[in-house]
């Protein structure tokens, strides 16, 4: 029988631009201390440790986790692309759940390049590369980052079926910017209004410069345990993942010429549909979400993907203000990968972060209010999504 699994601490150092930050392992070690310093618990107590990192060497993770401490445990390197973050949750989740272990660290740290996110992001895509160039050529999309020429190519295919505007896409760059003044990890905290968005350069049509996320050094940890562990360290109430699923690329993802289902609307839909299974809630259920807005055309499909709006009604969501405070739920409260900044392997760390401090009741200005259940969504092409659901009761 599984066991409840708890998330007592959390951390995260500052995400900052490229040139900006200190070295990799220097922000482990703040996000790590942090989270132990949370939990209430000695880095001796962390039974395993799961690193998450993209752009290093093959042992980075031991290099970061020997900053808390030299205790022999065992250190798995992790590398999923975006969701790399999420899949170190994933991993120390499971090794909870299944009893192998009582207490257990999930780690992820980047220190990226300027550019790096546009030149590099899908340098490791086989087998997606024949299909995805395939799609672009039929579609004729101009020379521009890949991961633009994808995702833009997705809200492009939206645009086409549905008839949102790209006022639309841009009124969900603004929202995030407006949550992450709130939040003083975040990359960019500075205010922007809706022209400064749409005569922003554009990138790749219909994603201007302020939609597309930045290149981001940062790292983040959460300390996760059994229900015992928890209890024993003073601990009587806390956050407990409710739910959590991973899925990977399915046919769909390349046989259907939809650029939306490359991008991972499949295997997003996937992970979440499993995700309300398991944990018996639906989307009505959800306060707060943190999700996967690396461009903001990625926000739009995913509020179908979870299950917040049906078939062509995404678009209306942020029209009608429902995915901001005095909405229906409060969507990407740290200001999301567009504002806060996407390091890529802390980035689903950073999300768990996010909405641990948001049940609790501690996260300040952005504070979701009553916020009681949160949903955590990440995805990294190549391909893999990570859906996890989160309560306190």
């Not at 257990?104 to 740290?109: C, E, K, M, T």
């Not at 009553?370 to 969504?377: G, K, P, T």
Request: hydrophobic content about 40%; overall charge negative.
């Amino acid at each position: 029988m599984s066991r409840k699994v708890c998330v007592i601490g959390v951390g995260m150092s500052k995400f900052a631009k490229p040139g900006a930050s200190p070295e990799y392992n220097e922000m482990a070690k703040v996000a790590g201390e942090t989270a132990l310093k949370d939990a209430g618990i000695p880095y001796e107590a962390v039974e395993q440790a799961y690193a998450g990192y993209v752009y290093g060497d093959s042992t980075c993770g031991q290099r970061a986790v020997y900053e808390l401490g030299l205790t022999g445990i065992p250190v798995v390197n992790v590398n999923n692309n975006c969701s790399t973050g999420s899949t170190a949750l994933f991993l120390a989740r499971q090794a909870i759940e299944g009893g192998l272990a009582e207490c257990v660290l999930a780690l992820g740290f980047e220190k990226m390049e300027k550019g790096a996110l546009m030149s590099k992001f899908t340098d490791r895509l086989n087998p997606m590369d024949k299909h995805v160039t395939t799609m672009m050529e039929v579609q004729g999309m101009a020379p521009a980052p890949a991961a633009a020429q994808m995702f833009g190519g997705a809200g492009r295919e939206y645009r086409e079926k549905y008839g949102v505007s790209n006022e639309s896409f841009a009124k969900i760059a603004l929202k995030n910017r407006t949550h992450a003044a709130n939040n003083p990890y975040a990359i960019f905290n500075q205010p922007l209004t809706l022209e400064d968005i749409l005569n922003a350069p554009m990138v790749f049509d219909p994603l201007t410069r302020y939609q597309c996320c930045p290149p981001t050094c940062g790292a983040a940890a959460a300390i996760v345990c059994s229900e015992e562990f928890a209890k024993k360290h003073g601990h009587s109430n806390p956050v407990y993942i409710a739910a959590q699923a991973m899925a990977t690329d399915l046919p769909s993802s390349f046989e259907e010429k939809s650029m939306m289902k490359v991008v991972g609307f499949d295997m997003a839909k996937k992970a979440a549909d499993e995700v309300y299974e398991k944990s018996g809630l639906g989307p009505e259920d959800v306060d707060v979400i943190e999700l996967h807005d690396c461009f903001s055309a990625n926000e739009m499909i995913t509020y179908e993907v979870l299950g917040l709006a049906g078939e062509g009604e995404a678009g209306k969501l942020i029209e009608d203000g429902e995915v901001t405070y005095g909405g229906k739920w409060v969507v990407n409260p740290s200001g999301g990968l567009l504002s806060k900044g996407h390091p890529l392997g802390a980035t689903g760390l950073a999300q768990c972060t996010e909405l641990v401090w948001q049940l609790q009741g501690r996260a300040d200005k952005r504070q979701v209010e009553n916020a009681r259940v949160a949903l955590q969504h990440n995805i990294g092409l190549g391909g893999a999504a990570v859906v996890t659901m989160y309560r306190k009761d």
